[in-house]
């Protein structure tokens, strides 16, 4: 397969080649004309000519002879058009050959007159100079056939001049990907030795479909990438969404890209990841088209294996580098100027692709740094930044404020919301080096139920394990995620698992019974696909390695199989005075004034954590408009108020 890039990295035969070709043609044009040429002069040209066509590597014109299959006559056709865009002479030439100085351009009965084996199936749709757009007919008018003019394609001009570069009416539909700088890990470079050693034993014209399987396309892309280098191609990136939506311009689009495979070392990297489900139908026609219209090696990434192909397919799993991989990718960026904990605690926590370490290592070694601790907590940030934009379309993003010194509970849910974080931190351990992964294909993840009424501290609770952990904490939107279209709720899902994969999200499903609700029985269809995103959720669940915590009201209308499958169940219970009490002596910032509050008395109202909140905050807004410090007076005003809204009976005596 590096045959093609030394022909094309040879340009003194190439430029050889013209020269002889362009003399050799101008000397049957003379002669055409009425000049007096020795046949000797002609057929030595004609020889040396041929001789140099022979050497390998072959020159440009040549080469596509090879590729297109043309006939003696479609070569010195092609050869014919071609000269008038390199020798101005031709154009001359060709008017005086013709016995008519209007016709200073090649035709068809030029061409007849010139060349033996002439024949009319050369002008036909479907011989190589027309079908693959090589030669074009500027038909003008009533201008007989015979005598308009024939004009080579422009990029094919080029081409034979020795000017490789991808054809300008592509460039807007193609990307070039960049060829690779650093090995993969041997996880992914066992996967491009496998496909190279394949590829090794194809033809030419027996290329496979390679579907590179999985979500991460930046590593199938890295992929890809090394096995072109190897084979000595380039890789264009093409996204299923920019193709032509019209048949007729799909089939000319890739008419276009195989005439491109067939002149440049190319690989086409079709990159479905982005298909837009609501023009599911049409996508997946347009995908038919292509892939039984592309003949060049074409890399298909794709989420799961597309059982609808014609041709010889060959499918790879392809996931991130492992943690150890990814602990070793990290050391060799950042070397001696971390400590050796760094690697570890990144690669731990976050679960990212090569091109993903690169760039924060960059980013975080771009500016200077005194101190370790300084670069750890910076590489820290970073990749918490870097693992949100995917989420921030599907959930929101909780600012973690809230401490340890903020919860009011009972010990033993204290001790098991510490046991929660201590698992996040602690799952590669025991996961990985302490083998348990290798024993269990599912449960792999941390999950929790926050059980308790409303204001009875789950978010709180949720904000705390997450500050501590020092992770982002989403809450999940569920009008975003929960969709009345069937099947549609989970597609919502799956992206919003794959996304939080990548940085270990802690993902917070509040008033998880509408989302996470009992199975029903079967009565229709929508029953039928409402139990399958249910039994969906149930296997992501215990497949995402993060932390998904489910806050709900009533635990009871959750479905028992949850139940069976979470790992921690903690019960909020409604506060006892004591515990209201700790909350109203907790509820004011240090900054805010307050002057003589019977905490006591307060925590003699039956409220809930949430509405305590509540009432510090309004009765902090009294004070500022009364210009005066928050006292017992406003508070009591803020608990009224709190009362009425939650529509509880007033006794004027407890407020006196």
């Given at each position: 397969?590096?045959?093609?890039?030394?022909?094309?990295?040879?340009?003194?035969?190439?430029?050889h080649f013209l020269s002889l070709a362009l003399k050799w043609l101008s000397l049957r044009l003379r002669e055409l004309a009425g000049e007096e040429i020795k046949d000797t002069e002609i057929?030595?040209?004609?020889?040396?000519?041929?001789?140099?066509?022979?050497?390998?590597?072959?020159?440009?014109?040549?080469?596509?002879?090879?590729?297109?299959?043309?006939?003696?006559?479609?070569?010195?056709?092609?050869?014919?058009?071609?000269?008038?865009?390199?020798?101005?002479?031709?154009?001359?030439?060709?008017?005086?050959?013709?016995?008519?100085?209007?016709?200073?351009?090649?035709?068809?009965?030029?061409?007849?007159?010139?060349?033996?084996?002439?024949?009319?199936?050369?002008?036909?749709?479907?011989?190589?100079?027309?079908?693959?757009?090589?030669?074009?007919?500027?038909?003008?008018?009533?201008?007989?056939?015979?005598?308009?003019?024939?004009?080579?394609?422009?990029?094919?001009?080029?081409?034979?001049?020795?000017?490789?570069?991808?054809?300008?009416?592509?460039?807007?539909?193609?990307?070039?990907?960049?060829?690779?700088?650093?090995?993969?890990?041997?996880?992914?470079?066992?996967?491009?030795?496998?496909?190279?050693?394949?590829?090794?034993?194809?033809?030419?014209?027996?290329?496979?479909?390679?579907?590179?399987?999985?979500?991460?396309?930046?590593?199938?892309?890295?992929?890809?990438?090394?096995?072109?280098?190897?084979?000595?191609?380039?890789?264009?990136?093409?996204?299923?969404?920019?193709?032509?939506?019209?048949?007729?311009?799909?089939?000319?689009?890739?008419?276009?890209?195989?005439?491109?495979?067939?002149?440049?070392?190319?690989?086409?990297?079709?990159?479905?990841?982005?298909?837009?489900?609501?023009?599911?139908?049409?996508?997946?026609?347009?995908?038919?088209?292509?892939?039984?219209?592309?003949?060049?090696?074409?890399?298909?990434?794709?989420?799961?294996?597309?059982?609808?192909?014609?041709?010889?397919?060959?499918?790879?799993?392809?996931?991130?580098?492992?943690?150890?991989?990814?602990?070793?990718?990290?050391?060799?960026?950042?070397?001696?100027?971390?400590?050796?904990?760094?690697?570890?605690?990144?690669?731990?926590?976050?679960?990212?692709?090569?091109?993903?370490?690169?760039?924060?290592?960059?980013?975080?070694?771009?500016?200077?740094?005194?101190?370790?601790?300084?670069?750890?907590?910076?590489?820290?940030?970073?990749?918490?930044?870097?693992?949100?934009?995917?989420?921030?379309?599907?959930?929101?993003?909780?600012?973690?404020?809230?401490?340890?010194?903020?919860?009011?509970?009972?010990?033993?849910?204290?001790?098991?919301?510490?046991?929660?974080?201590?698992?996040?931190?602690?799952?590669?351990?025991?996961?990985?080096?302490?083998?348990?992964?290798?024993?269990?294909?599912?449960g792999l993840g941390i999950s929790a139920m926050f059980a308790g009424e409303s204001g009875t501290g789950k978010t709180m609770a949720a904000e705390v394990i997450a500050n501590s952990l020092?992770?982002?904490?989403?809450?999940?939107?569920?009008?975003?995620?929960?969709?009345?279209?069937?099947?549609?709720?989970?597609?919502?899902?799956?992206?919003?698992?794959?996304?939080?994969?990548?940085?270990?999200?802690?993902?917070?499903?509040?008033?998880?019974?509408?989302?996470?609700?009992?199975?029903?029985?079967?009565?229709?269809?929508?029953?039928?696909?409402?139990?399958?995103e249910v039994n969906y959720l149930l296997q992501r669940l215990e497949s995402y390695k993060g932390l998904a915590i489910l806050a709900t009201n009533l635990k009871s209308s959750l479905d028992?199989?949850?139940?069976?499958?979470?790992?921690?169940?903690?019960?909020?219970?409604?506060?006892?005075?004591?515990?209201?009490?700790?909350?109203?002596?907790?509820?004011?910032?240090?900054?805010?004034?307050?002057?003589?509050?019977?905490?006591?008395?307060?925590?003699?109202?039956?409220?809930?954590?949430?509405?305590?909140?509540?009432?510090?905050?309004?009765?902090?807004?009294?004070?500022?408009?009364?210009?005066?410090?928050?006292?017992?007076?406003?508070?009591?005003?803020?608990?009224?108020?709190?009362?009425?809204?939650?529509?509880?009976?007033?006794?004027?005596?407890?407020?006196?």
């Amino acid at each position: 397969m590096n045959q093609r890039q030394n022909q094309l990295d040879n340009l003194d035969n190439n430029d050889h080649f013209l020269s002889l070709a362009l003399k050799w043609l101008s000397l049957r044009l003379r002669e055409l004309a009425g000049e007096e040429i020795k046949d000797t002069e002609i057929h030595k040209t004609y020889m040396t000519m041929e001789t140099v066509a022979s050497q390998e590597p072959y020159p440009a014109f040549v080469y596509i002879n090879h590729q297109f299959g043309l006939s003696s006559f479609e070569e010195a056709l092609l050869l014919l058009c071609v000269s008038l865009e390199l020798d101005p002479t031709i154009a001359g030439l060709c008017g005086k050959a013709q016995q008519d100085p209007n016709l200073c351009y090649p035709t068809f009965f030029l061409a007849t007159s010139l060349f033996q084996q002439s024949t009319w199936n050369t002008f036909s749709p479907t011989s190589p100079l027309f079908y693959w757009g090589l030669l074009e007919i500027n038909q003008r008018g009533h201008q007989p056939f015979i005598t308009s003019p024939l004009q080579a394609d422009q990029q094919i001009v080029n081409y034979i001049r020795g000017l490789y570069y991808l054809d300008q009416q592509l460039a807007s539909f193609l990307m070039l990907i960049d060829p690779p700088n650093n090995p993969l890990p041997a996880s992914q470079q066992g996967i491009v030795d496998q496909i190279i050693t394949y590829l090794q034993h194809c033809s030419q014209g027996n290329l496979p479909i390679i579907q590179l399987l999985g979500t991460d396309g930046s590593s199938k892309q890295l992929i890809a990438a090394h096995i072109a280098t190897c084979l000595g191609f380039k890789v264009y990136h093409l996204p299923l969404g920019l193709l032509p939506n019209q048949i007729f311009e799909l089939k000319t689009f890739l008419r276009r890209c195989n005439r491109e495979a067939k002149l440049i070392p190319m690989v086409l990297y079709l990159d479905t990841q982005e298909q837009d489900s609501s023009n599911e139908t049409i996508s997946t026609a347009l995908l038919n088209h292509c892939l039984s219209g592309y003949h060049g090696l074409l890399f298909l990434d794709t989420r799961k294996p597309y059982p609808q192909i014609n041709r010889t397919t060959l499918s790879f799993d392809v996931s991130k580098p492992t943690v150890s991989e990814q602990e070793m990718a990290w050391t060799q960026m950042l070397g001696d100027r971390v400590s050796n904990e760094t690697p570890s605690l990144l690669a731990n926590q976050f679960n990212f692709n090569l091109p993903t370490i690169e760039i924060n290592a960059s980013l975080a070694l771009s500016e200077p740094i005194k101190k370790q601790v300084e670069l750890h907590n910076r590489l820290w940030n970073l990749c918490l930044i870097n693992s949100r934009p995917q989420l921030n379309d599907l959930a929101q993003l909780i600012e973690t404020k809230a401490t340890w010194d903020d919860l009011v509970l009972p010990k033993e849910e204290i001790a098991l919301l510490r046991q929660i974080r201590d698992q996040v931190r602690q799952r590669t351990q025991v996961y990985e080096t302490w083998g348990f992964q290798q024993r269990m294909n599912r449960g792999l993840g941390i999950s929790a139920m926050f059980a308790g009424e409303s204001g009875t501290g789950k978010t709180m609770a949720a904000e705390v394990i997450a500050n501590s952990l020092s992770l982002n904490l989403y809450r999940i939107d569920l009008s975003g995620v929960v969709d009345k279209y069937i099947g549609e709720t989970e597609k919502n899902l799956r992206r919003l698992f794959d996304a939080a994969e990548g940085g270990g999200a802690i993902l917070f499903f509040d008033e998880a019974d509408a989302l996470f609700g009992k199975r029903s029985q079967v009565k229709d269809s929508h029953d039928r696909y409402a139990n399958i995103e249910v039994n969906y959720l149930l296997q992501r669940l215990e497949s995402y390695k993060g932390l998904a915590i489910l806050a709900t009201n009533l635990k009871s209308s959750l479905d028992s199989a949850f139940l069976r499958r979470l790992r921690f169940i903690i019960n909020f219970p409604f506060p006892g005075k004591s515990e209201r009490q700790q909350m109203w002596q907790k509820v004011f910032p240090k900054e805010t004034p307050i002057e003589a509050l019977d905490f006591e008395r307060l925590g003699a109202f039956n409220l809930a954590g949430g509405s305590i909140h509540n009432i510090a905050v309004n009765a902090a807004f009294l004070a500022a408009q009364a210009g005066t410090s928050v006292t017992m007076s406003l508070v009591l005003s803020a608990v009224k108020t709190e009362f009425r809204k939650l529509e509880r009976p007033i006794n004027e005596s407890d407020f006196r």
